[in-house]
């Protein structure tokens, strides 16, 4: 530690304040990160107290090695004195209290005798228990021959006058840095540009030559302004405080600052070469604050790429906000569109995760100009997969498409893979969604047999997760269940060989939407919490609850739904996704039914299968049919419990439709029986399941056993299963009677 507490037993003086001893922090650090801290009565009162906080990693890191001790003192008569202080929810404990005279961090700092009493106290004074300030005034009083060599110890030369030392602590220092040379005080502003931590070989690069440079370095060490860090692989530095950085920053000029941002951020490109994506950040960060700020674009969209492999989407959008700040802020040129247009396309990726709709539509409106000024067919195609992923979320499901078929027909043109692996996988999801599978079955693998021909490892992974998962959707929705299953379990062991929360999200749901429409119903609200629950990002999360509130509201878990629900649909209707928001009023209506608001309920329902109707949205309008049909079943056969309550308070329902509950649900149940799309297949077990027991109850016996046996038949390749086993139940209740 670079400096020692003395702690020296006394009879307290008469004017000792317990509560001002509970206030006052100290802080004794080691200059690489480590430090002791802690209040001078010795409680601990703050989270970042500790008697030994190492720096593990170094220097940033921070772990508790010692949090405090309970001193106790025994005397040679046995007798034991208590010296600890704890804090209980009763009182306020301070053992130590009447024994504390002196709480000093000055003499440690040099070797030799103690300062005199009258020189200690003012340095305390002026730096007011701050250990660095303390440390700052002593090199200063060492530097300005204020304190001299006296043998073995240190002497004031003269009598001390509080007004020689500035009153701050970055006074201080700036004092110190202003009485260097020219030479090292040129140097220590240099490094103070590159940052807290420097490399001698940038530093060298920056300052024009090593044969001065090592020789200032060394002086500015034994000033105790800066620290090696590490010899080995480089030589660097380490400014002793942020504060000793940041006061040399600031004495520079801002023109000077700027031209020297330059010359680090064009060193680091020298001399990084291949790596200067590990580095991006602090590329960029140069050219930022250099007088050619436009350098700086192309290394903070990589520095958003890295961001978002790492889920730090709140930090993706700082860098892509500052390149598209600077790009606004230069002289129109070709060049200047084209790496707008990259920023844009490059930024959706992140407004996706994020659910940022809003911002990405609006982007897509501000610049739709620069796909006719910028001649790069990539870059264009990229822009329409784009479009078709909001085209689809809208429910615009023509625009969509179309925009989905320019990007494919660029991507061949241009032969780009990345154009093409995206165009089908947002293709492959708008045919999906409009209920037309088999379309997008196919597209989606087109997309994942492109995967290997992708460059960048996030457009591979994002392809490969999100076609991937289109892909099971697509092999359910056609009653490929055994193909369906297997990708499933192929996203699951992605997810678990590359730690991927975003693969694990789509994993568990792909499983959960297997058993749910085929009949586990508790197998699919647990893997859609699952699923829920492992996404990270807020798409993710915000795609998968409309699903989870369906699957709790199927079994009759109302107030689970409804809490899903709410805040589902708060979210989506702010950020405008029509399609999510749809799929949540779905639920909402479910629960209406559920809590017995019949009229409501039912009202809703009816209002959704309009909605997808006009909208052309085959697979929610064919759900919400489904829905509706089951509904009225339960209804005609006495599962779903009304209350008298209820009953009084829906009067117009009761008469006009409960009445002809059954009638109405056979005629539903059956027209999705005879006329169900090929490519909504999966909704097939639900329908025959519930079809057979409605039959059941209307003694239509041979018809029953004709539906429960397409329900099981649709189960049979995959062997046993809750949905198997409920059907050969209700196929069992038929053959006994």
């Known amino acids: 530690m670079s400096g020692a507490a003395a702690v020296r037993p006394v009879t307290p003086p008469a004017d000792a304040d317990p509560a001002r001893q509970v206030q006052r922090e100290w802080l004794v650090t080691n200059g690489i990160g480590g430090y002791a801290s802690g209040t001078v009565s010795g409680l601990v ?239 960029a960060y140069h050219f930022q604050n250099s007088d050619t700020p436009a350098c700086a674009v192309p290394y903070l969209v990589i520095a958003g790429k890295k961001a978002i492999e790492r889920y730090a989407l709140a930090e993706a959008e700082t860098y892509y906000q500052s390149a598209y700040d600077i790009l606004l802020e230069q002289a129109e040129s070709s060049e200047g569109d084209r790496s707008l247009l990259e920023v844009i396309v490059e930024w959706a990726l992140l407004q996706y995760y994020t659910a940022d709709f809003p911002a990405m539509k609006r982007l897509m409106k501000e610049h739709s100009d620069l796909l006719a000024r910028v001649p790069e067919p990539e870059l264009c195609g990229m822009w329409l997969t784009w479009h078709c992923f909001v085209g689809y979320c809208m429910i615009e499901l023509e625009e969509s498409l179309a925009a989905s078929d320019r990007a494919i027909e660029i991507g061949e043109e241009c032969g780009s893979a990345r154009v093409l692996a995206y165009a089908y996988t947002q293709r492959g999801w708008a045919f999906g969604i409009s209920g037309r599978s088999s379309g997008g079955l196919a597209a989606n693998e087109k997309a994942l047999a492109l995967v290997g021909q992708l460059d960048d490892d996030r457009d591979a992974r994002y392809v490969r997760l999100k ?108 950020r405008g996704i029509f399609s999510l928001t749809l799929q949540h009023r779905l639920s909402e209506a479910l629960v209406l039914l559920g809590e017995g608001e019949l009229s409501r309920g039912m009202d ?78 999966s909704l097939r077990f639900i329908i025959e399941f519930e079809f057979a027991k409605l039959l059941i109850k209307r003694k239509e016996r041979d018809e029953a056993r004709r539906h429960v046996q397409k329900a099981i038949a649709f189960l049979q390749p995959l062997g046993d299963s809750v949905g198997m086993r409920n059907a050969r139940a209700l196929l069992a209740t038929l053959d006994a009677r």
Request: hydrophobic share 40%; charged share 25%.
């Open 45 to 283: 009162t703050r989270r970042y107290h500790g008697w030994l906080v190492a720096a593990l990693p170094n220097p940033l890191g921070r772990v508790v090695m010692l949090t405090h001790l309970s001193e106790q003192l025994r005397l040679p008569g046995g007798r034991r004195v208590e010296l600890r202080a704890e804090e209980t929810e009763a009182r306020l404990e301070l053992h130590g209290d009447p024994y504390l005279a002196e709480f000093s961090l000055v003499d440690g700092l040099l070797d030799g005798p103690e300062l005199p009493v009258a020189l200690r106290e003012a340095i305390l004074a002026r730096a007011d228990g701050n250990p660095f300030f303390v440390e700052e005034i002593v090199n200063s009083l060492i530097e300005n021959r204020g304190l001299v060599r006296n043998g073995d110890g240190w002497v004031p030369a003269q009598q001390f006058d509080t007004t020689s030392v500035p009153t701050t602590i970055r006074g201080v220092i700036a004092a110190r840095i202003d009485r260097l040379e020219a030479e090292r005080r040129r140097i220590i502003q240099e490094a103070s540009v590159i940052g807290r931590e420097f490399l001698f070989t940038i530093l060298s690069q920056v300052s024009g030559g090593e044969a001065t440079l090592e020789e200032g370095l060394m002086e500015l060490e034994s000033a105790d302004l800066i620290r090696k860090r590490n010899v080995d692989p480089d030589l660097e530095y380490l400014f002793k405080h942020a504060l000793t950085q940041e006061v040399a920053y600031q004495g520079l000029l801002r023109r000077k600052r700027q031209e020297l941002h330059g010359r680090v951020a064009q060193a680091m490109e020298r001399l990084l070469g291949d790596r200067h994506r590990e580095y991006a950040e602090s590329i």
């Open 604 to 681: 809703q329902l009816e209002e959704i299968k309009r909605e997808a109707h006009e909208l052309d949205w085959g697979w929610l309008h064919t759900v919400a049919r489904l829905n509706e049909a089951v509904v009225y079943a339960r209804i005609a056969s006495g599962e779903a419990k009304t209350s008298i309550g209820a009953m009084a308070r829906n009067l117009s329902f009761v008469i006009g439709r409960a009445r002809g509950a059954s009638r109405t649900a056979r005629e539903a149940l059956a027209s999705l029986s005879e006329d169900l799309s090929p490519d909504l297949e």
């Open 467 to 574: 076609a991937g998962c289109g892909g099971v959707f697509g092999r359910l929705s056609i009653g490929d269940l055994i193909k369906a299953r297997a990708q499933a379990q192929e996203l699951m062991d992605f997810a678990a060989t590359s730690g991927s929360a975003r693969a694990l999200a789509f994993a568990y749901w792909s499983s959960a939407g297997i058993s749910y429409f085929t009949g586990d119903v508790a197998r699919a609200i647990k893997d859609a919490e699952r699923a829920r629950d492992a996404a990270v990002d807020p798409f993710y999360k915000s795609f998968i609850e409309p699903f989870v509130g369906l699957f709790l509201a199927s079994a009759g878990q109302y107030a689970a739904s409804k809490a899903v629900t709410d805040s589902g649909l708060r979210f989506t209707e702010d």
